[in-house]
């Protein structure tokens, strides 16, 4: 009985650590709903810890053309997402039509992207660092030109 | 004496606590670009809230085309046989007051030196638009800094910026849109 409480606790903690672990970089989190009757609704909630795992499995030749877009645009977004972290939450760019609204913003760390059309609500939340170190793997993911 | 002392000690440490705080909201403030579009026919309106410490971050950042090393090339600034950088050397050193008075049938233009800042106005009498553009004479000044010809120091303009009081920068008043381009404090742009 005693063997099974220490396994117990044993197998808690660790799930505890990992979890903890996973959470340190916080959460992508992804939620697009279509607006049509019977429309999809896709809600996707991953730790941005697993990112750079999940990357490696990802063949490198579809990362070809993206590779080398990025590339190109590194210098910038390690100047600006830095930046980024450091600057107050807050809202930066708000798009408003009579049918579409557009929200990006920073809120805790991460990047929020909130769109409202007629079609669908999509809203994408992605922590800062995850975004960085993302973006870094998949620009080297391909041999320089 | 003892008495004598502890008012003097309180006040003193007030003042430091006072200067601190000052010292910590100054250094703290983030400031912001906004820009703000709208149109009334089209209900359409488009808010951008730039920190500043960001775009002076970004800017030398970006070797592209027109834009190295934070600073803007622009074709050629020989506007219509007027070489820009020539006038605002001269506008450097002259006092203060209305430089330019353009009135036509078509519009209004008037430019002048005021209160250290470059003021622009125009106003278009056909489409009933007038555009009133206010620049702090240190923006102006670190526009052309360290540049060669047919340069604008975008990076040093925007960290003159920093230093500027809350101002509108540029507005833009049509018969349907409306165009405002300012720096404050605030992280929204609530007028």
């Known amino acids: 009985m005693i063997f099974l409480a220490k396994l117990g606790i044993g197998v808690l903690g660790t799930a505890l650590a990992g979890a903890a672990a996973l959470s340190t970089e916080g959460f992508i989190y992804v939620n697009v709903q279509e607006k049509q009757p019977g429309g999809t609704h896709v809600h996707v909630l991953v730790p941005a810890a697993l990112v750079p795992t999940a990357l490696h499995f990802v063949p490198r030749h579809n990362f070809a053309d993206s590779s080398h877009d990025l590339r190109e645009a590194l210098p910038i977004i390690d100047a600006a997402i830095p930046a980024l972290k450091d600057a107050p939450d807050g809202v930066f760019v708000e798009v408003k039509q009579p049918d579409e609204h557009v929200l990006v913003a920073k809120r805790g760390g991460s990047i929020i992207v909130d769109v409202n059309d007629r079609d669908e609500t999509v809203h994408v939340s992605v922590p800062l660092i995850a975004a960085q170190s993302a973006i870094h793997q998949i620009a080297e993911a391909s041999p320089m030109d | ?191």
């Open chain 2, 1 to 191: 004496m003892k008495t004598m002392k502890n008012p003097v000690l309180a006040l003193a440490l007030c003042a430091l606590i006072g200067m601190s705080a000052t010292l910590a909201f100054a250094v703290t403030t983030v400031r912001y670009l906004h820009v703000r579009v709208s149109n009334q026919s089209t209900h359409e309106l488009v808010r951008v809230n730039v920190p500043l410490i960001l775009a002076e971050k970004v800017i030398p950042a970006i070797n592209n085309e027109d834009l190295r090393d934070g600073k803007v090339h622009i074709g050629d600034m020989h506007a219509d046989k007027v070489n820009v950088r020539a006038v605002l050397d001269a506008l450097k050193t002259a006092p203060e007051g209305e430089f330019v008075t353009v009135q036509n049938t078509g519009d209004d233009v008037r430019v002048a030196k005021e209160h250290g800042q470059v003021v622009v106005h125009v106003i278009d009498k056909n489409s009933k638009e007038t555009v009133d553009v206010t620049v702090p004479w240190d923006v102006v000044e670190a526009l052309v800094s360290d540049t060669t010809e047919n340069q604008l120091n975008v990076e040093a303009a925007i960290k003159a910026l920093e230093n500027v009081g809350d101002t509108t920068l540029v507005r833009v008043s049509g018969s349907d849109e409306n165009v405002r381009v300012w720096i404050d404090s605030h992280n929204t742009d609530s007028e």
